[in-house]
């Protein structure tokens, strides 16, 4: 397990567990997400996190093939259900499960068991219960902790961070793998349009610098709307947002929005008409 990373030379050597390390490497690319053991620790720990489970789709249940269902009550409690195809190997499809939970409560949670928790998510939303008859255990359960952060610096010597390495925050805004793919192509970019390593890395910081920062505001600003405490942005959420939200040009926005492409990340790298 890589634990670390310091400079050899012009390149990098990684640091492992077992006191070995290997190297040294011209460049050492972190995609190791928001907890890497390459970057340098911060951030700000969310409140809230969630419960999620990969499951069979329940065919007969009612839910949506194609699209991401939720349940709210204000934005404390919340349930959903996203398609997510086939696994390797697999012909049936499945559904991403997942219920909000603050990360103060989740001991709680486990020591309340199984049905009190499952009376609890039937409450917001009872066509979830083939999906709830597949777990037996919270095993099957996997508890995501959100962290919102953001280096200051992506580029150190020989080694650069994308994705959730290089900034994270709650996935409400649903760009976590969008942002981490246009990070890799832009870095790859970068490398074969600059002739020397310090200029590629400083042109994919460039050209992915401002998109990154406006996605991680978005995610500080609008979080807060779907998963915590409050009682007032729930009710704006739901009284105003809502209805506006069906009409033009509110849902233009709100698409490009979930789409990634608000600041306009395409251009940089060549693909605006792509």
Known sequence: MVVGSEPDGPGRRLRFADGGSAGPFALVVDFLGHASALA?????????????ASLDWPEAAGLDPAALE????????????????ASPG???R?????????ADRL??????GLDV????????????????DQISEPGQLTFARYTHRMLRKPVESAQV?????????????????NMALL??????????????????????IRRRRNHAALYHLLSAIFTPVYQSDSRVLPLVRDLIVGPLSKFWPVTTIQAAMVSGLIGGPLRPLGLAGG
């Open 40 to 52: 340098e620790p911060g951030g700000r720990s969310l409140t809230y996190g969630a419960l999620w």
């Open 70 to 85: 939720q349940r709210y009550r204000r934005a404390s409690v919340m349930v959903g259900v996203l398609p997510i195809g």
């Open 90 to 92: 697999r012909s049936a």
């Open 94 to 102: 499945q559904a991403a499960f997942f219920w909000s939970l603050r």
């Open 107 to 112: 001991e709680a949670w486990r020591a309340a």
């Open 117 to 132: 928790w499952k009376d609890e998510v039937l409450a917001v939303w009872p066509a979830v219960r083939p999906l709830l």
């Open 161 to 177: 961070h994308i994705g959730d390495a290089w900034r994270s925050s709650s996935p409400q805004l649903g760009q976590g793998a």
């Open 183 to 204: 990070d890799a192509y832009a870095l790859a970019l970068s490398l074969r349009d600059a002739a020397e390593l310090p200029a590629a890395l400083d042109l994919f």
